[in-house]
């Protein structure tokens, strides 16, 4: 079992494009999870969703979009990328009895 | 009140040391209290959880330690190894059998010198 994946594991963009953050679990997990994480910061919480067709904001969720149409895949839209959204971003899943998350190993963005 | 504050930022310790982690929060509605572990380009890992109707625990060379009243909880490592090297993150949540929304501390990065 893969467990969570992400794609691409690198990317640089350029200030106003767009991209798709890839994740995609074979846990058969109804919770998924965007987090962001910058020095010193943390993981901030970016969107959520409960299961397929649910999706809720978290933190800081301006900026971004996402959506959910299968239980196994939760795809992150960046629109007019700034230099603020330069982080790396994890994928996480979790099941319904437990409060583990299972993480990827992360998408590290540039915006230039 | 939705913070989770850790300290210290970053720590070094020798080999066979014993390393200690600090959490405050401040909302008491959360009631599960995890702490991760995250080794460089690998995402993190969950290390070992409690919740508050305990006041420690332990697994194998990890402790966590509860004080309710004081809002706090830490993490103690005994007999650190340059092998626990790793970035270690506190959270709080409401709930694990909700949304389970993690609020995740600042991270604290160790170094276990040999």
């Known amino acids: 079992n893969a467990g969570v994946t992400q794609t691409p594991k690198f990317r640089i963009l350029k200030i106003g494009q767009s991209m798709t953050l890839q994740c995609a679990q074979d846990m058969n997990h109804n919770y998924m999870y965007w987090y962001r994480q910058d020095p010193g910061m943390g993981l901030k919480l970016i969107y959520y969703s409960v299961g397929a067709g649910i999706t809720d904001k978290g933190e800081v969720p301006n900026g971004y979009n996402v959506s959910r149409s299968t239980t196994e895949d939760f795809p992150l839209r960046l629109e007019l990328a700034a230099p603020s959204q330069t982080s790396v971003y994890f994928c996480?899943?979790?099941?319904?009895?437990?409060?583990?998350?299972?993480f990827g190993e992360g998408s590290r963005l540039t915006v230039l | 009140q939705q913070q989770v504050k850790q300290s210290p930022q970053s720590l070094i310790v020798q080999k066979g040391g014993i390393s200690i982690i600090n959490c405050a929060y401040e909302n008491t509605a959360f009631d599960y209290f995890p702490w991760y572990q995250q080794f460089p380009g690998k995402g993190p890992a969950l290390l070992i959880a409690i919740r508050p109707d305990v006041s420690e625990k332990k697994e194998g060379r990890f402790t966590i330690s509860f004080n309710k009243s004081a809002k706090q909880f830490s993490l103690h490592i005994m007999d650190s190894q340059p092998g626990d090297s790793a970035t270690y993150f506190c959270?709080?949540?409401?709930?694990?059998?909700?949304?389970?929304?993690?609020?995740f501390g600042q991270g604290t990065t160790l170094q276990v010198k040999p």
């Open positions: 996480a899943t979790r099941g319904s009895n437990t409060g583990e998350l299972f």
């Open positions: 959270a709080a949540s409401i709930g694990s059998g909700n949304t389970g929304k993690l609020i």
